[in-house]
């Protein structure tokens, strides 16, 4: 799988994160995974309930985003975790 970032035509400034495909359950570790499960569990969750670098993990891979102050899962996340 490759995570990178596309670039934008002025200054090199990032635009969007990207992942090529949907990761599945073998590019997560089985912490990451729960974490992710109770999310999407939870269906929103406070930001500090999860430890940095998980959150940090799961929102590079697109399975997890930031919104109105809290975790929610991606469609992607949803699926990852039920798999």
Do not use: H, Y
Request: aromatic residues 2%; proline residues 7%; contains cysteine.
């Amino acid at each position: 799988m490759r995570i990178g970032r596309k670039t934008g035509l002025q200054c090199g400034q990032p635009i969007e994160d990207f992942v090529d495909r949907i990761p599945n359950r073998g590019d997560v570790t089985p912490d990451e995974l729960a974490s992710l499960r109770l999310i999407v569990d939870c269906s929103f969750l406070s930001t500090s309930a999860i430890p940095a670098l998980r959150r940090a993990r799961l929102l590079q891979l697109g399975l997890i985003q930031n919104g109105m102050g809290g975790l929610m899962p991606t469609p992607a996340g949803r699926i990852v975790a039920r798999m």
